[in-house]
């Protein structure tokens, strides 16, 4: 096999990764959140429990398993960030943000199929204030720096941190933190319990990727004081 081929078939491998694990992570999302407003008997409160609980088990499963193949982004914004700090490379990108989003509306389609829903739908669920544009910050900041302080002192433990940060931040975010465009996207494509009017998309997406971006910031910051007091010492 020729370098190039070795090449396309990594390639082909983490694009493969990207597009499964967000797929999976986005049948979890609007599956439970199918399944929790059915059981829920309009207790919204039950409902979100149970959304959360299979969202944060699944997603430690999702990037435990996949982070070897693909680095296990499923996210955007967290592609973004790799990126800003070279640790993905230019040209994986685009193609990553792409079979991030499409394996995102795939998952949504099969939740529906799985529970009988008409396929094709469009969420009417307004969402946006300006606390939960706030809370959308807050909530992908608090993802970008759990992965990346995970990797930095603990890296097999990313999938656990990263299950234990949404399911916690569902709580404690007003937005519920979404903390992904690719699920943002995906998810007004559901008249569920976890749909998102599509005219709120955009400014969820503009959040997160702030909150991606001061997130990048403060760790670049923070690793350069500590390579600062490192030599000094």
Known sequence: MSQRDTELKSTTTKLAGEFLGTLFLVVSVVGSGIMAERLADGND???????TLATGVVLTVLITVIRSLSG????????????????????LVAPYVIVQIT??????????LMFDMEILQISTNSRLTV???IAEI??????????????RVNPPWVGATVGLYISGAYWFTASTSFANPAVTIARCLSESFSGI?????????????????IAVACFSLLQRSETHISKVG
């Open 138 to 151: 807050v909530a992908t900041f608090g993802l970008v720096a759990t992965i990346l302080g995970t990797l």
């Open 72 to 91: 296990a982004h499923f996210n955007p914004a967290v592609s973004v960030a790799f990126w800003l700090r070279k640790e993905l490379a230019h040209s």
């Open 45 to 51: 409160a039950i409902a979100l429990l149970g959304n």
């Open 131 to 133: 606390g939960t544009f």
């Open 197 to 213: 009017s599509p005219t709120d998309v955009a400014p969820f997406m503009l959040a997160q990727l702030i909150g991606a971006l």
């Open 103 to 112: 394996g995102g509306v795939c998952g949504t389609w099969l939740a529906h």
